[in-house]
């Protein structure tokens, strides 16, 4: 190897460990509206919307620094959809509410372009893969008729169909992939460390248990995010 390669290497080591000392870690957390695929072409019916929430940490290593960064994170969040049939207001017929709302630990590996505006502030955008894993949630179905009001409720039920249990022999319709994958987009600013960011989340895989048809994008995770957190 020549002096030349010897020195660029060490140069190209140098600008690396730099980055990695300005690498910072911070709490995020926000809203989320979530629904779940009902349509081929991967759509929506947005009536069908479930309001819930996500919490978490990220951290921030530059990989070009002040421009772009490489921002994994591990957040607890919460998706789902409703369903409803039936007229609410006619005692006369029956109406029902479907609610599932399954929660998932997700682990979000974004790299985030940003573009300074002023001091210490900047717009950003950032576009990357995300990793989930099922470990709680309900399935909750409220009736009425004649003016009675039922309600039942139950937990969700998780098969172990992870990447690491492909055989998996706990599988029906009547439970949930525990593992979830897909993408992810976002948008927001930077300003003295405070990030307010908006973020859509695709699913690639469908949730429910022993469902890989596919044709379609059918029954498959969508979930949009309002944000707000801090970098140390």
Not at 99 to 119: A, H, M, Q, R
Not at 221 to 230: D, M, Q
């Given at each position: 190897?020549?002096?030349?390669?010897?020195?660029?290497?060490?140069?190209?080591?140098?600008?690396?460990?730099?980055?990695?000392?300005?690498?910072?870690?911070?709490?995020?957390?926000?809203?989320?509206?979530?629904?779940?695929?009902?349509?081929?072409?991967?759509?929506?019916?947005?009536?069908?919307?479930?309001?819930?929430?996500?919490?978490?940490?990220?951290?921030?290593?530059?990989?070009?620094?002040?421009?772009?960064?490489?921002?994994?994170?591990?957040?607890?969040?919460?998706?789902?959809?409703?369903?409803?049939?039936?007229?609410?207001?006619?005692?006369?017929?029956?109406?029902?509410?479907?609610?599932?709302?399954?929660?998932?630990?997700?682990?979000?590996?974004?790299?985030?372009?940003?573009?300074?505006?002023?001091?210490?502030?900047?717009?950003?955008?950032?576009?990357?893969?995300?990793?989930?894993?099922?470990?709680?949630?309900?399935?909750?179905?409220?009736?009425?008729?004649?003016?009675?009001?039922?309600?039942?409720?139950?937990?969700?039920?998780?098969?172990?169909?992870?990447?690491?249990?492909?055989?998996?022999?706990?599988?029906?319709?009547?439970?949930?992939?525990?593992?979830?994958?897909?993408?992810?987009?976002?948008?927001?600013?930077?300003?003295?460390?405070?990030?307010?960011?908006?973020?859509?989340?695709?699913?690639?895989?469908?949730?429910?248990?022993?469902?890989?048809?596919?044709?379609?994008?059918?029954?498959?995770?969508?979930?949009?995010?309002?944000?707000?957190?801090?970098l140390f």
């Amino acid at each position: 190897m020549t002096k030349k390669k010897i020195i660029l290497s060490f140069a190209a080591l140098a600008i690396s460990f730099g980055a990695m000392s300005q690498a910072r870690v911070g709490v995020k957390g926000g809203w989320n509206l979530s629904s779940i695929s009902v349509n081929s072409d991967g759509s929506v019916d947005k009536d069908k919307s479930l309001s819930g929430f996500n919490i978490g940490v990220i951290a921030d290593f530059p990989l070009v620094p002040s421009i772009l960064s490489f921002q994994p994170g591990v957040f607890y969040t919460t998706k789902g959809s409703k369903l409803t049939s039936g007229d609410p207001n006619n005692s006369a017929s029956v109406y029902r509410k479907y609610t599932t709302s399954p929660s998932y630990i997700e682990i979000p590996l974004n790299f985030v372009g940003k573009i300074p505006i002023g001091e210490d502030t900047r717009l950003f955008a950032g576009i990357g893969p995300y990793f989930a894993f099922g470990v709680a949630g309900k399935n909750k179905v409220i009736s009425s008729l004649g003016g009675v009001t039922t309600t039942t409720e139950t937990n969700i039920k998780w098969d172990d169909d992870t990447p690491f249990n492909s055989g998996d022999a706990n599988q029906g319709y009547d439970k949930y992939k525990r593992f979830d994958y897909g993408g992810n987009l976002m948008a927001g600013v930077e300003t003295h460390g405070l990030i307010l960011s908006a973020q859509y989340g695709l699913g690639l895989a469908k949730i429910n248990s022993g469902s890989d048809n596919g044709s379609n994008d059918k029954n498959k995770n969508r979930t949009f995010s309002l944000s707000a957190g801090f970098l140390f």
